[in-house]
């Protein structure tokens, strides 16, 4: 089903991105690519299009980071949605605190700018956004 979603989107020209952690479903893709570009004009057409992201390739790694900060959304409305994709994954171990501690610590790093894990370990001197540190100070221990 989800190959022929793709296939659709592909004759419409829509982008799309897919995680296969098994690998199946790409190349069945790259096949149908293969197929529907198949006139040698058509060759930098796909080449320009298409990206294929290896994971476990050494030489082109790709990095994502999460708590990178977007021009156009605030750290509380990043965290929001990570904090929404988070819950989804892990539902069966989810509760109100884990939110509340996720979301505030979420804010916390976005505001600061400790987007990476080693500024935010070193200490706590950064962490000082005031509505996320009234969070932390109200905490009971």
Request: negative net charge.
């Amino acid at each position: 089903f989800l190959e022929f979603l793709i296939q659709q989107d592909i004759e419409k020209g829509n982008g799309f991105g897919v995680i296969d952690p098994h690998g199946d479903l790409i190349e069945d893709i790259k096949g149908f690519l293969a197929c529907y570009y198949d006139e040698p004009r058509d060759e930098k057409k796909i080449s320009e299009r298409v990206v294929l992201i290896e994971p476990t390739d050494p030489d082109f790694s790709v990095t994502f980071n999460p708590l990178d900060k977007l021009s156009n959304v605030s750290a509380a409305e990043q965290a929001n949605e990570l904090v929404s994709a988070f819950k989804k994954i892990w539902a069966d171990s989810w509760g109100v605190r884990m939110e509340d501690l996720m979301r505030n610590s979420l804010i916390a790093l976005g505001e600061a700018g400790l987007t990476l894990a080693g500024r935010a370990l070193v200490g706590n001197a950064y962490l000082v956004p005031p509505e996320t540190l009234f969070f932390y100070q109200a905490l009971p221990l």
